[in-house]
């Protein structure tokens, strides 16, 4: 059982009582964010993932050498059941609108036609009040937290939602590291935590470890 006591005045079990999340990839994104959300209290986590664990996978995601050959939702689980008491939702399936989402929505994807099919399938929904869609290539990542149902953000958003073609191509070992996917996984649970307790939400994050340099744009409630 855990006991938030020490972050009581930081984020207390009350203001994430009623609170669901759903988080669609549990690669690099989304398996530390998960864990990260479960230590802090969050009840009610959903996770879809249609992949397995594979050995390029360990060094930069949440997962022990003895998960290999699992279903990601399924070793995630179990971690996550270990280090926080906490049954998770697990959606062994690659997620194309087949379940109604509501509550607030993570993205932890790969590619940007996933991330426009996610975006299909939630925008104009009053259930979900806050859509957080986080994007990593090697020491870089821009996270953008919106609501869907707001004419500004929608703006916003979709302006930003390029082809696959037009993403920046990263070399296949130059993609991922450890120490980027925990502060991603940090700062979305930082939004959570914000977004729980009606403080303002940052719209749009970006940092880049390599330069040290860390931006934020157009805060909102």
Not at 23 to 46: D, E, H, R, Y
Not at 97 to 114: A, R
Not at 154 to 174: G, H, K, N, V, W
Request: charged fraction near 30%; charge should be negative; include cysteine.
């Amino acid at each position: 059982m855990l006991d938030f006591w020490r972050q009581l005045d930081i984020l207390s079990p009350e203001d994430l009582k009623d609170l669901r999340v759903t988080v669609i990839g549990c690669g690099g994104i989304g398996s530390p964010t998960v864990l990260a959300l479960a230590k802090m209290g969050v009840p009610n986590l959903i996770v879809y993932d249609d992949d397995s664990i594979e050995p390029h996978n360990l060094p930069n995601q949440f997962y022990r050498i003895t998960d290999l050959g699992k279903k990601k939702v399924e070793a995630l689980g179990e971690i996550v059941e270990e280090y926080a008491g906490l049954k998770i939702e697990k959606r062994p399936e690659r997620f194309k609108g087949q379940h109604p989402l509501s509550g607030v929505v993570i993205s932890g994807v790969d590619t940007m036609g996933s991330r426009k099919e996610i975006w299909k399938h939630i925008k104009y929904k009053p259930g979900i009040p806050l859509y957080i869609d986080a994007r990593m290539g090697g020491e870089v990542a821009r996270i953008y937290s919106i609501n869907p149902c707001d004419p500004d953000d929608i703006e916003f958003y979709e302006s930003m939602l390029y082809d696959d073609a037009e993403a920046t191509e990263l070399r296949c070992t130059a993609r991922a590291i450890i120490y980027n996917v925990f502060i991603i996984a940090g700062l979305i649970a930082n939004q959570v935590k914000k977004f729980a307790r009606a403080e303002k939400v940052v719209r749009e994050i970006i940092f880049d470890l390599k330069t040290l340099t860390f931006t934020v744009d157009k805060e909102r409630r």
